[in-house]
């Protein structure tokens, strides 16, 4: 493995409350995901990026942390982590954890810290604890919106309960309070954490919210166009004075100078919401983050002039700054890839949950996407179960929901539960294998068995043997590997089709319809198809609607 294994890296996320529980209390555990190593390096990734594991209260599944220094009992302690470090490398997988710099828990002891003082203590200069508009400081400082929902401040009270005049910044739930980063005891703590990670084998981490450590000085008003409510999803505050600061990659140059101190060198990846290509590239300059997410990828329709205008501006915007581009389509925040086109393909909204949509149409497409996205250079992520093709769950009542959102915004969003249930290892009663209890901490739809790591693992039809063979071609064939690629024209415009230069080793088209209509494909043997039944007879490939296929030129 070379020390830029990262610009063509697969890398699996693991949430890991929903991953594997190894003691039956429920809750997927550190212990958990030791047993399943084997599993994900036969899958075929590269790497694993673990959501946050560290102490915390879990308000936010664990992205509101108390201390980033020790594992949450459920999931285990240290000594698991390194212990699942060194099973990782020995499979050569690497591993990825997460940091959240942008803020902590309200039990975090800094924080607990200046609540027993008075607002303008050494212990408040650690946060944004600014006084309030209007008589007696009533109002919070500006207009800001948390993500959440609802706004991004909340009055600090004294020992007695009383207002105090002054407000704490919290950009999410009132449960995290920001940073101030303008403080060098912040930079200092958080390089510290670095180290101690590092120092433990950690190969790098994914920066969450890597866009909002710095604020506009004198805190001013954003000025929300009229009818914005609440800040509720990073996207609506975008290019606000919370967000992209200049000042931001200063730290992100302190950052990756402690990671070029280590052997191989560590690597970020940052949760990287710009406003403008130009403004992406400026996180991925040689000294700063190695990686961002892509998220116009993410969020793109199944479009495909849509699609192709997103690869080329992501290709042009990394290649700006010689970064590679990073491709997804499912995370812990967003809807399952297969149910988000089967709402679409059924007209619905995508927070509508009264139904599955065209969950036919949902299926193949987010099969075919998945296939697509392994097919583009660069690195690619999957999400837990995105290899078995899970559906999202939208009927969780909202007795179950724990998204700190969904009770924010009254159940108009914080959706996120629905991507969180645990992972179908089996498709025995009851519990699907998660744990040996039968236990999960999100309750599991009645046909989630059916989609079960067991039962596909049986099946040469299932998505897990479409992504295991994609990946293994991955690693195969240099044309996919490190191959530019090139549009290849096509008559008609909903078909996309790529090629790949493998140089003496062989080109490989990547094609999807994303049409109405059958379409013909010139090129040689299928290497994997998305669906079944897809066949080169002569010199081509007859592609139908909804499906992708890997050719040799
Ligand atoms: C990121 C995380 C999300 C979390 C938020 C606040 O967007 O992906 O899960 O709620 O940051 O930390
Ligand atoms: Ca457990």
Sequence with gaps: ????????????????????????????????????????????????????????????????????????????????????????????????????????????????????????????????????????????????????????????????????????????????????????????????????????????FRIDVATSLIKAPGYPDEHRAAGVEAGLSLEVVEGQPQWNRPGVHEIWRAWRRVADQYDPPRVFVGEVWADSPAGLAAYLRPDEL??????????????ADRLRAVVDASLSTAGLVGAPATWVLESHDKPRVRTRFALDAAGMDINDRSGPGDDVRGALRGRAATL?????????????????????????????????????????????????????????????????????????????????VARQDRSPVGVLALVRRALRLRRAEPALREGPMVWVAQEDRGVLVLRRDGGGAGDILVAMNCGEHPAHIAGGEILVASAAGIHAPDGGVLLPPDTAVWLRA
């Excluded at 892509?294 to 199944?302: E, L, S």
């Excluded at 999400?383 to 999202?392: I, K, V």
């Design 372 to 452: 697509f996205m392994l097919g583009l250079p660069g690195s690619a992520y999957l999400y837990q179960g995105q290899e078995l093709g899970l559906r999202e769950v939208w009927e969780l009542p909202a007795s179950v929901r724990q998204d700190p959102a969904f009770a924010r915004t009254l159940g108009a969003d914080g959706l996120r539960d629905g991507c969180r249930v645990p992972i179908p290892w089996t498709d025995e009663d009851p519990g699907c294998g998660f744990g040996p209890a039968g236990m999960s901490w999100l309750p599991m739809p009645s046909d989630w068995g059916a989609m079960s």
């Design 1 to 204: 493995m070379t020390a830029d294994w990262w610009r063509s890296a697969v890398i699996y996320q693991i949430y890991p409350k929903s991953f594997a529980d190894a003691n039956g209390d429920g809750i997927g555990d550190v212990a958990g995901i030791r047993t399943r190593l084997a599993y994900l390096a036969d899958l075929g990734v590269d790497a694993v990026w673990v959501s946050p594991w560290y102490r915390s209260p879990d308000r936010d599944g664990g992205y509101d942390v108390e201390d980033f220094r020790q594992i949450d009992p459920r999931f285990g302690d240290v000594a698991d982590v390194e212990a699942l470090i060194r099973d990782a490398h020995k499979l050569g997988l690497r591993v990825i954890a997460d940091i959240v710099p942008n803020h902590v828990s309200d039990q975090h002891p800094w924080i607990r810290a200046a609540l027993a003082t008075a607002p303008g203590s050494a212990e408040w200069s650690l946060f944004h604890a600014v006084a309030g508009r209007g008589h007696g400081g009533a109002e919070p400082p500006n207009d800001w919106l948390s993500v959440f929902g609802g706004s991004a401040w909340d009055p600090i009270l004294n020992a007695a309960g009383q207002p105090t005049g002054f407000w704490y910044l919290h950009l999410f739930d009132a449960t995290q309070p920001d940073l101030n980063w303008e403080h060098a005891a912040v930079r200092a703590e958080f390089e510290d954490i670095l180290r101690f990670w590092f120092d433990r084998g950690l190969d790098g």
């Design 290 to 303: 190695h990686t961002v997410f892509n998220f116009d990828y993410m969020m793109c329709p199944w479009d």
